[in-house]
């Protein structure tokens, strides 16, 4: 039999039944906008997460103290970085531009009437061009801040609306541990980074914060939190970590390369983005699984209707076995208008997934995109399926004998 003439057939059949072959391809139409839309928001999260990351600069590099098993083994692990090794490391290693000592905390900043809790940071004034934090009004701490251990703090632009609203902050004292600090200065937002909210943070010098705030914590001297330095152009990260990495062994009388026994974990900006883009793909490929169930349910359902097509149209078969239709024009048949349920569901999926993926771009910060090989594959897996299951009822349609289907009619 002539395949365009096959494809006529399905055609007027499909359409006969309209209602039937609607319900019939609603399964493959969720299960290829799922996949499609699932594919596109994963992709999306991770590229919103690549742009957090590419916003701190793309020649930044993080030491933290310990390793990734000893800060997931350990409460409290034992504070190893110090002042001076970030001090060490602005002297001591050529390929490094900046460096910024950091510590951490959470206090309760409080002007007149207004509270708010904030993240507190005591740094040096190396934290602004090596975080591409700018000063929106104001100024941002200075040497001299630090050597005389000033009381003064540069606000977020989020927790200085908070404390003052519309009014003048520069010049005004907030309270913290019930000690005074001048504003000096506010930031231009920033935004969330990972989920927490960068404007939300008051800064301070960092001798100012070891001495008012946190005290000594280490016997080693001034602990560190956090250093976060810049490597004087892109080329020169991996030959910062390397000379970094022996710099700090030296410095803990440490040469070992075990893993177990090195007290620091030097990042690079490229490290933190494999990490992101581990989770983000691990994420969208389950996602993607779970939506792809949708499809088999849904070639079931073109199985099941099939197979009540076989029954209804026996006397259709037995009269066209009758006239000359071989097994194999039969078989043709029913495959072809499985196919076609199928496919025209797969592209019904396809324009509805692409639809979500630009409303989810629209109303959200996730730069959602098209995967076109998202596309491919889900009208290529739902052709697929469509031909799967319709073999079942394929066969049984050419194998009935033309008598006893004439008879049954």
């Known amino acids: 039999m002539d395949i365009v003439e096959s494809l006529k057939m399905a055609g007027k059949t499909i359409t006969a039944n309209k209602l039937r072959s609607g319900l019939t391809m609603l399964g493959i139409i969720i299960g290829n906008a799922s996949v499609i839309a699932m594919v596109g928001v994963g992709q999306g999260a ?21 390793t990734d098993n000893a800060r997931r083994n350990t409460i409290a692990p034992p504070n190893r970085l110090i002042l001076a090794d970030a001090e ?17 905390g959470s206090e309760l900043a409080t002007y007149r009437n207004n509270a708010k809790r904030a993240s507190l940071i005591g740094t040096t004034p190396e934290y602004s061009p090596v975080r591409n934090a700018d000063v929106k009004q104001g100024r941002f701490i200075t040497a001299d801040d630090v050597k005389r251990n000033a009381r003064v703090v540069t606000l977020g632009s989020s927790i200085s609306k908070d404390l003052f609203g519309n009014g003048e902050a520069i010049g005004q004292q907030i309270r913290i541990r019930n000690i005074s600090f001048e504003v000096i200065g506010i930031m231009d937002e920033k935004g969330a980074f990972l989920g927490a909210n960068q404007d939300d943070t008051v800064f301070m010098p960092f001798s100012t914060m070891t001495s008012r705030i946190i005290g000594r914590t280490s016997p080693y001297g001034v602990a560190v939190q956090v250093i976060t330095l810049s ?179």
Do not use: C, W
């Open 46 to 66: 991770k590229i919103y997460a690549e742009s957090q990351f590419q916003s701190l600069g793309t020649n930044v590099l993080f030491i933290l103290p310990g």
């Open 231 to 409: 490597a004087k152009d892109n080329t020169n990260v991996e030959t910062a970590k390397f000379q970094i990495t022996n710099l700090l062994r030296l410095r803990h009388r440490n040469t070992s390369s075990a893993s177990d026994e090195v007290t620091f974990t030097v990042r690079t900006q490229k490290d933190a983005l494999e990490i992101v883009g581990n989770i983000t793909n691990a994420l969208t490929l389950l996602l993607a699984a779970i939506a792809a169930i949708s499809l088999v349910v849904g070639g079931i359902g073109i199985m099941n209707i099939m197979l009540v097509s076989v029954t209804e149209r026996t006397s259709e078969i037995g009269l066209r076995k009758a006239v000359g239709a071989s097994q194999s024009d039969i078989l043709t048949q029913f495959l072809i208008e499985a196919v076609i349920l199928s496919v025209a569901g797969g592209l019904i999926g396809t324009g509805v997934g692409v639809s979500g993926i630009l409303i989810v771009g629209t109303f959200t910060p996730l730069k959602a995109g098209v995967s076109m090989g998202a596309i491919t594959l889900a009208v290529g897996v739902s052709g697929a399926i469509g031909l799967f299951f319709g073999v079942v009822p394929a066969k049984q349609a050419a194998k009935l004998d033309p008598i006893v289907a004439l008879r049954s009619a």
């Open 88 to 104: 060490a490391i602005a002297t001591q290693v050529p390929s490094v531009d900046k460096v910024a000592p950091q510590l951490n």
